[in-house]
């Protein structure tokens, strides 16, 4: 009989050690499930965020982009304008010197207007906007220059010499 109360005392127990067991599993799971529902919840929300986020860093992207591409075509815009206005500048420019020098009998007596006209025709190391070497800056008008400067010279000796002829007793011979 003794074996038959510890037989049912221990089943008795084990049963209790069983329950126990069931229900600390059953209340082990139901937390740990209750756990992965809210971390699962919990990364849907962060997931979601992000994606927002993400989103709002395309757009502010797609403004930049926009907006470099606007501030690109405002430029060349501008470009076009300023290189408009200075041909516009330059040819009021070019037409007043040459009204000047059309007036001028010094400027007429050098042929000073054909010499101006290919100066503005083919010089243009100076017209181009990239240019930043101040060597190359009007070759074609220096060396016009030079030239003038040279003829002016000999316009003085002929009329130095002329004068001298006149002045010399010997001139009145033919």
Not at 48 to 60: S, Y
Request: proline share 2%.
């Amino acid at each position: 009989m003794i074996s038959w109360i510890w037989t049912r005392e221990s089943q008795s127990q084990i049963q209790d050690v069983k329950n126990k067991y069931n229900s600390d599993m059953a209340s082990i799971t139901r937390d740990l499930e209750l756990k992965y529902r809210e971390t699962l919840t919990e990364n849907r929300r962060t997931a979601a965020h992000l994606e927002v986020e993400l989103e709002k860093e395309r757009q502010r992207v797609q403004g930049y982009k926009k907006a470099l591409i606007s501030q690109s075509q405002q430029l060349m815009e501008e470009r076009k304008q300023l290189q408009q206005e200075r041909q516009e500048h330059r040819l009021e420019m070019e037409k007043n010197l040459l009204l000047k020098v059309a007036k001028d009998p010094v400027g007429a007596e050098l042929n000073l207007e054909e010499d101006l006209r290919d100066i503005f025709k083919n010089d243009r190391h100076c017209a181009d906007l990239l240019n930043m070497d101040k060597r190359k800056n009007g070759n074609l008008m220096w060396l016009y220059l030079r030239y003038w400067q040279l003829q002016v010279t000999l316009q003085r000796h002929k009329r130095a010499e002329e004068t001298l002829k006149g002045a010399s007793p010997n001139s009145s011979r033919p």
